[in-house]
Protein backbone atom coordinates (compact mmCIF):
# COMPACT_ATOMS: atom_id res chain seq x y z
CA UNK A 1 0.00 0.00 0.00
CA UNK A 2 0.79 3.79 -0.47
CA UNK A 3 2.61 4.63 2.78
CA UNK A 4 3.63 8.29 3.11
CA UNK A 5 7.28 7.52 3.69
CA UNK A 6 8.59 10.43 6.03
CA UNK A 7 5.03 12.15 6.80
CA UNK A 8 5.66 15.28 9.29
CA UNK A 9 5.75 13.72 12.73
CA UNK A 10 3.12 14.92 15.29
CA UNK A 11 3.00 15.89 18.76
CA UNK A 12 0.69 14.38 20.76
CA UNK A 13 0.21 16.25 24.11
CA UNK A 14 -0.95 13.48 26.57
CA UNK A 15 -3.75 14.62 28.77
CA UNK A 16 -5.23 11.53 30.64
CA UNK A 17 -3.37 11.99 34.34
CA UNK A 18 -5.54 15.45 34.14
CA UNK A 19 -8.43 15.50 31.93
CA UNK A 20 -8.90 11.27 32.28
CA UNK A 21 -8.48 11.60 36.04
CA UNK A 22 -10.33 14.44 36.85
CA UNK A 23 -13.65 13.35 36.20
CA UNK A 24 -12.77 9.43 37.92
CA UNK A 25 -12.77 9.06 41.80
CA UNK A 26 -9.80 10.44 43.60
CA UNK A 27 -6.49 8.68 43.36
CA UNK A 28 -3.70 10.06 45.44
CA UNK A 29 -0.85 11.63 43.83
CA UNK A 30 1.67 8.17 44.11
CA UNK A 31 -0.64 6.62 41.23
CA UNK A 32 -0.62 9.38 39.07
CA UNK A 33 2.99 9.73 39.06
CA UNK A 34 3.12 6.00 38.21
CA UNK A 35 0.54 6.68 35.39
CA UNK A 36 3.20 9.59 34.12
CA UNK A 37 6.01 7.15 34.15
CA UNK A 38 4.55 4.74 32.10
CA UNK A 39 3.49 7.51 29.72
CA UNK A 40 6.98 8.88 29.27
CA UNK A 41 8.44 5.11 29.12
CA UNK A 42 6.05 4.79 25.98
CA UNK A 43 7.92 7.58 24.80
CA UNK A 44 5.03 10.35 25.47
CA UNK A 45 7.15 13.86 25.25
CA UNK A 46 4.17 16.30 26.41
CA UNK A 47 2.03 15.19 29.18
CA UNK A 48 -0.60 17.78 31.07
CA UNK A 49 0.17 15.89 34.69
CA UNK A 50 -1.39 18.60 37.08
CA UNK A 51 -4.23 20.91 37.80
CA UNK A 52 -3.76 23.82 40.25
CA UNK A 53 -7.35 24.01 40.75
CA UNK A 54 -9.25 24.30 44.25
CA UNK A 55 -9.44 21.28 45.97
CA UNK A 56 -12.87 21.32 46.89
CA UNK A 57 -13.97 22.42 43.24
CA UNK A 58 -12.19 19.32 41.86
CA UNK A 59 -11.22 16.80 44.56
CA UNK A 60 -9.41 14.43 42.01
CA UNK A 61 -6.50 17.09 40.88
CA UNK A 62 -5.33 17.98 44.86
CA UNK A 63 -1.96 17.32 45.59
CA UNK A 64 -0.54 18.84 42.29
CA UNK A 65 2.41 20.13 43.79
CA UNK A 66 3.46 16.78 45.08
CA UNK A 67 2.66 15.21 41.51
CA UNK A 68 4.90 17.40 40.05
CA UNK A 69 7.88 17.20 42.27
CA UNK A 70 7.68 13.01 41.89
CA UNK A 71 7.58 12.77 37.99
CA UNK A 72 10.68 11.90 36.49
CA UNK A 73 12.56 14.68 34.97
CA UNK A 74 13.49 13.54 31.51
CA UNK A 75 15.35 15.42 28.33
CA UNK A 76 12.96 16.67 25.97
CA UNK A 77 10.07 15.92 28.03
CA UNK A 78 7.86 18.98 29.05
CA UNK A 79 4.63 18.38 31.87
CA UNK A 80 2.02 20.76 31.68
CA UNK A 81 -0.14 22.29 34.62
CA UNK A 82 -3.82 23.65 33.73
CA UNK A 83 -4.34 26.61 36.13
CA UNK A 84 -7.58 28.25 36.23
CA UNK A 85 -6.23 31.59 37.78
CA UNK A 86 -3.00 33.51 38.79
CA UNK A 87 -2.71 31.73 41.89
CA UNK A 88 -3.01 28.59 40.45
CA UNK A 89 -0.01 29.97 38.00
CA UNK A 90 1.86 30.74 40.52
CA UNK A 91 1.38 27.65 42.15
CA UNK A 92 1.79 25.51 38.96
CA UNK A 93 5.24 27.41 38.11
CA UNK A 94 6.50 27.32 41.80
CA UNK A 95 6.11 23.44 41.01
CA UNK A 96 7.96 23.61 38.38
CA UNK A 97 5.24 22.93 35.44
CA UNK A 98 7.20 23.22 32.14
CA UNK A 99 4.35 24.76 30.49
CA UNK A 100 0.59 26.44 31.62
CA UNK A 101 -2.48 25.89 29.93
CA UNK A 102 -5.35 28.42 30.27
CA UNK A 103 -8.82 27.67 29.41
CA UNK A 104 -10.63 30.45 27.62
CA UNK A 105 -14.73 29.46 26.88
CA UNK A 106 -15.80 30.36 23.36
CA UNK A 107 -19.19 30.35 24.27
CA UNK A 108 -20.42 33.44 26.29
CA UNK A 109 -23.30 31.52 27.87
CA UNK A 110 -21.07 28.67 28.52
CA UNK A 111 -18.18 30.61 30.49
CA UNK A 112 -21.00 32.55 32.63
CA UNK A 113 -22.48 29.26 33.99
CA UNK A 114 -19.91 27.10 33.88
CA UNK A 115 -16.80 29.36 34.88
CA UNK A 116 -18.49 32.29 36.14
CA UNK A 117 -16.85 34.80 33.92
CA UNK A 118 -17.41 36.55 31.62
CA UNK A 119 -15.35 35.70 27.76
CA UNK A 120 -13.54 39.27 28.38
CA UNK A 121 -12.57 38.52 32.19
CA UNK A 122 -11.27 35.46 31.10
CA UNK A 123 -9.28 36.85 28.29
CA UNK A 124 -7.93 39.60 30.59
CA UNK A 125 -6.66 36.94 33.05
CA UNK A 126 -5.25 34.58 30.55
CA UNK A 127 -3.40 37.71 29.23
CA UNK A 128 -2.49 37.93 33.04
CA UNK A 129 -0.84 34.51 33.02
CA UNK A 130 0.65 35.01 30.30
CA UNK A 131 2.29 37.95 31.76
CA UNK A 132 3.01 36.11 34.90
CA UNK A 133 5.13 33.47 32.84
CA UNK A 134 6.69 36.12 31.06
CA UNK A 135 8.27 33.76 28.78
CA UNK A 136 9.96 31.26 31.41
CA UNK A 137 7.46 28.47 30.34
CA UNK A 138 4.96 28.39 27.26
CA UNK A 139 1.69 29.52 28.02
CA UNK A 140 -1.09 27.64 25.82
CA UNK A 141 -4.44 28.69 25.74
CA UNK A 142 -7.43 25.98 25.60
CA UNK A 143 -10.34 27.20 23.61
CA UNK A 144 -12.86 25.55 24.68
CA UNK A 145 -16.18 25.02 23.09
CA UNK A 146 -14.73 25.51 20.10
CA UNK A 147 -17.20 23.73 17.68
CA UNK A 148 -20.79 25.03 20.09
CA UNK A 149 -22.02 25.01 23.34
CA UNK A 150 -24.83 23.46 24.65
CA UNK A 151 -26.50 26.60 25.27
CA UNK A 152 -26.09 28.60 22.19
CA UNK A 153 -25.36 25.55 19.83
CA UNK A 154 -22.96 25.81 17.02
CA UNK A 155 -20.41 28.91 17.32
CA UNK A 156 -19.26 31.41 14.15
CA UNK A 157 -15.67 29.73 13.21
CA UNK A 158 -15.00 33.43 12.43
CA UNK A 159 -15.53 34.38 15.63
CA UNK A 160 -13.63 31.93 17.62
CA UNK A 161 -11.03 32.73 15.40
CA UNK A 162 -11.32 36.31 16.46
CA UNK A 163 -11.15 35.39 19.94
CA UNK A 164 -7.50 33.27 19.26
CA UNK A 165 -5.96 36.15 17.54
CA UNK A 166 -7.22 38.54 20.61
CA UNK A 167 -5.62 35.43 22.75
CA UNK A 168 -2.58 35.15 20.71
CA UNK A 169 -1.83 39.48 20.89
CA UNK A 170 -2.54 39.09 24.92
CA UNK A 171 0.32 36.95 25.15
CA UNK A 172 -0.34 33.01 24.84
CA UNK A 173 2.22 31.29 23.44
CA UNK A 174 -0.06 28.64 21.24
CA UNK A 175 -3.27 27.81 20.97
CA UNK A 176 -5.59 24.36 20.95
CA UNK A 177 -9.01 24.62 19.87
CA UNK A 178 -11.07 22.23 21.84
CA UNK A 179 -14.56 20.35 21.20
CA UNK A 180 -15.68 20.38 24.95
CA UNK A 181 -19.37 19.34 23.76
CA UNK A 182 -18.27 16.71 21.11
CA UNK A 183 -19.81 18.41 18.46
CA UNK A 184 -17.50 18.64 15.83
CA UNK A 185 -17.47 17.06 12.51
CA UNK A 186 -14.96 17.18 9.91
CA UNK A 187 -16.57 19.77 7.67
CA UNK A 188 -16.58 21.68 11.21
CA UNK A 189 -13.25 21.32 11.85
CA UNK A 190 -12.51 22.09 8.10
CA UNK A 191 -14.73 25.20 8.51
CA UNK A 192 -12.55 25.80 11.64
CA UNK A 193 -9.17 25.36 10.34
CA UNK A 194 -9.95 27.63 7.20
CA UNK A 195 -10.16 30.79 9.66
CA UNK A 196 -7.84 29.62 12.40
CA UNK A 197 -4.75 28.32 9.81
CA UNK A 198 -3.29 24.52 10.63
CA UNK A 199 -0.60 26.32 13.36
CA UNK A 200 -2.95 25.09 15.93
CA UNK A 201 -3.50 22.15 18.74
CA UNK A 202 -6.81 20.62 18.62
CA UNK A 203 -8.66 19.02 21.51
CA UNK A 204 -11.24 16.36 20.61
CA UNK A 205 -13.67 13.94 22.10
CA UNK A 206 -15.47 10.91 21.06
CA UNK A 207 -18.94 11.82 22.71
CA UNK A 208 -20.49 11.40 19.47
CA UNK A 209 -17.98 8.84 18.42
CA UNK A 210 -16.28 11.76 15.82
CA UNK A 211 -13.48 12.37 17.78
CA UNK A 212 -11.21 9.95 15.90
CA UNK A 213 -12.26 10.76 12.36
CA UNK A 214 -12.10 15.03 13.24
CA UNK A 215 -8.26 14.15 14.16
CA UNK A 216 -7.78 12.45 10.59
CA UNK A 217 -9.56 14.75 8.80
CA UNK A 218 -7.61 17.93 11.14
CA UNK A 219 -4.13 15.33 10.31
CA UNK A 220 -5.18 15.79 6.50
CA UNK A 221 -5.77 19.26 6.68
CA UNK A 222 -1.53 20.09 7.99
CA UNK A 223 -2.74 20.39 11.68
CA UNK A 224 0.57 18.70 13.90
CA UNK A 225 -0.45 18.94 17.37
CA UNK A 226 -3.15 16.75 19.42
CA UNK A 227 -4.47 16.58 22.83
CA UNK A 228 -5.56 12.80 23.65
CA UNK A 229 -6.09 10.74 26.35
CA UNK A 230 -5.28 7.10 27.25
CA UNK A 231 -7.38 4.46 27.88
CA UNK A 232 -9.72 7.32 26.02
CA UNK A 233 -10.81 8.66 29.66
CA UNK A 234 -12.40 11.89 30.28
CA UNK A 235 -15.09 14.43 30.82
CA UNK A 236 -18.23 14.32 28.67
CA UNK A 237 -19.73 16.76 30.75
CA UNK A 238 -23.02 17.08 28.23
CA UNK A 239 -23.81 13.60 27.44
CA UNK A 240 -23.34 10.70 30.37
CA UNK A 241 -22.01 7.65 29.73
CA UNK A 242 -20.56 8.79 26.78
CA UNK A 243 -16.70 8.32 25.24
CA UNK A 244 -14.38 10.88 26.63
CA UNK A 245 -11.53 12.53 25.41
CA UNK A 246 -10.19 10.78 21.81
CA UNK A 247 -8.19 7.78 23.00
CA UNK A 248 -4.23 8.56 22.59
CA UNK A 249 -3.35 4.43 21.83
CA UNK A 250 -6.54 4.90 18.49
CA UNK A 251 -4.94 8.09 17.13
CA UNK A 252 -1.17 6.34 17.43
CA UNK A 253 -2.27 3.09 15.88
CA UNK A 254 -3.76 5.26 13.13
CA UNK A 255 -0.85 7.16 12.88
CA UNK A 256 1.46 4.45 13.03
CA UNK A 257 -0.35 2.81 10.18
CA UNK A 258 -0.02 6.02 7.97
CA UNK A 259 3.93 5.91 8.41
CA UNK A 260 3.56 9.42 10.57
CA UNK A 261 6.18 9.46 13.30
CA UNK A 262 4.86 10.13 16.99
CA UNK A 263 7.55 8.76 18.45
CA UNK A 264 5.53 6.50 20.97
CA UNK A 265 5.69 2.95 21.27
CA UNK A 266 1.60 1.64 20.52
CA UNK A 267 2.71 -1.61 23.06
CA UNK A 268 4.07 0.60 25.54
CA UNK A 269 1.59 3.12 25.51
CA UNK A 270 -1.13 -0.24 25.86
CA UNK A 271 0.85 -0.98 29.19
CA UNK A 272 0.25 2.40 30.09
CA UNK A 273 -3.79 2.21 29.34
CA UNK A 274 -3.48 -1.02 31.41
CA UNK A 275 -1.86 1.16 34.25
CA UNK A 276 -4.59 3.66 33.80
CA UNK A 277 -7.39 0.80 34.17
CA UNK A 278 -6.13 -0.32 37.57
CA UNK A 279 -5.83 3.38 38.59
CA UNK A 280 -10.10 3.68 37.94
CA UNK A 281 -11.01 0.33 38.37
CA UNK A 282 -13.24 0.29 35.31
CA UNK A 283 -13.09 -0.86 31.71
CA UNK A 284 -11.57 2.13 29.48
CA UNK A 285 -13.80 3.59 26.64
CA UNK A 286 -11.35 2.63 24.05
CA UNK A 287 -12.20 0.30 21.29
CA UNK A 288 -8.51 -0.27 20.86
CA UNK A 289 -7.67 -1.18 24.08
CA UNK A 290 -10.47 -4.04 24.11
CA UNK A 291 -9.79 -5.29 20.41
CA UNK A 292 -6.02 -4.74 20.62
CA UNK A 293 -4.04 -3.46 17.90
CA UNK A 294 -4.93 -4.82 14.16
CA UNK A 295 -1.72 -6.57 13.29
CA UNK A 296 -2.54 -8.60 16.66
CA UNK A 297 -5.54 -10.98 15.92
CA UNK A 298 -5.73 -13.27 19.45
CA UNK A 299 -5.95 -16.74 19.47
CA UNK A 300 -9.08 -18.11 19.40
CA UNK A 301 -10.96 -16.02 16.79
CA UNK A 302 -10.08 -17.95 14.51
CA UNK A 303 -14.23 -18.16 13.91
CA UNK A 304 -14.23 -22.63 14.41
CA UNK A 305 -17.29 -23.09 16.24
CA UNK A 306 -18.83 -20.10 15.06
CA UNK A 307 -22.28 -19.42 13.66
CA UNK A 308 -20.33 -18.18 10.58
CA UNK A 309 -23.15 -15.58 10.53
CA UNK A 310 -20.42 -12.72 11.67
CA UNK A 311 -19.99 -9.90 9.46
ZN1 LIG B 1 -11.02 16.91 27.06
Not at 2 to 20: C, F, H, L, Q
Not at 45 to 69: C, D, K, L
Not at 184 to 195: I, K
Not at 222 to 243: E, I, K, Y
Amino acid sequence: MSSPAGAAAVTIREVGPRDGLQVEAPTPPGARIRLVQALVDAGVREVEAAAFVSPRAVPAMAGGAEVMAGLPRREGVRYWALVPNLRGAEMGLEAGAGGLSVTVSASPAYSRRNVGMEVEESVAQAAAICGLAGGRVPVDVVVSCAFGSPYEGDLEPGAVAALGRRLTEGGATSLTYADTTGMATPRRVADLLAEVGTDVGLHLHETRGTGLVNAYAAWQAGVRRFDTSVGGLGGSPFAAGAGGNLATESFVHLLDDLGVETGIDLDALLEAAAVVRSIVGHDLPSPLVAAGPRDRLAAGTSGEGGGGALV
